[in-house]
């Protein structure tokens, strides 16, 4: 199982850290990290993942900071229509 690195334990508080595997919890580690980790998390990021991927994370996660969703959304060209965190705003997201 693929490993996240010790310095990104604190983004990760309420998780299993070292249950978290950076292939099958990639959109969640993505998310979190782009929220939590700063530069540095951005960085391994973008060392670690797939354009693919973090598009598939601005898609599927409602979790998002609203600027870290703006910023996704205009880096890769995505429509509001298109990622979970602006059309699930006016549902409930606590079900």
Do not use: H
Not at 20 to 48: C, H, M, Q
Not at 51 to 80: C, G, H, M, S
């Amino acid at each position: 199982m693929a490993q996240l690195p010790e310095k990104f334990r604190t983004c990760f508080w309420d998780s299993d850290f070292e249950q978290l595997d950076i292939v099958e919890n990639r959109a969640f580690i993505i998310s979190r990290l782009y929220t939590k980790g700063g530069f540095p998390g951005i960085f391994w990021i973008d060392e670690t993942y797939s354009v693919q991927d973090v598009i598939y994370a601005a898609k599927t996660r409602r979790d998002l900071d609203p600027i870290v969703a703006n910023y996704l959304r205009k880096k890769y060209n995505l429509e509001k229509d298109e990622m979970n965190y602006y059309r699930m705003q006016n549902e409930i997201a606590w079900r």
